[in-house]
């Protein structure tokens, strides 16, 4: 069964740091492409960050330096470790796994960053 789950979000205080999981289950991990998106109440997705199967990394101007996407195909596993977190980084965070036409999207976690 094709399945990819979310874990690790949370409430956090403003320049905490949180660290999201995403795991994937039937399928070839290593050869996907894998994305975290966000969307946040009211407003569009947003692409987070992206790792290629060839591990080249990519961010949304408004993340780079203080996000982080890796993965660990040993454990079918893509990581977003978030830190110097602000408010406006409260969103449902979801796992999205792309290669060719074929499109797998996880449930999401929910991130709030609040005093």
């Known amino acids: 069964q094709v399945q990819i789950v979310e874990s690790g979000g949370g409430l956090v205080q403003p320049g905490g740091s949180l660290r999201l999981s995403c795991a994937a289950s039937g399928i070839q991990f290593s050869i996907y492409d894998m994305e975290w998106y966000r969307q946040a109440p009211g407003k569009q997705r947003e692409l987070v960050a992206t790792i290629t199967s060839y591990s080249n990394t990519n961010y949304a101007d408004s993340v780079k330096g203080r996000f982080t996407i890796s993965r660990d195909n040993a454990k079918n596993t893509v990581y977003l470790q978030m830190t110097s977190l602000k408010p406006e980084d409260t969103a449902v965070y979801s796992c999205?796994?792309?290669?060719?036409?074929?499109?797998?999207w996880g449930r999401g976690t929910q991130v709030t960053v609040s005093s």
């Open positions: 999205h796994a792309a290669r060719l036409s074929t499109r797998i």
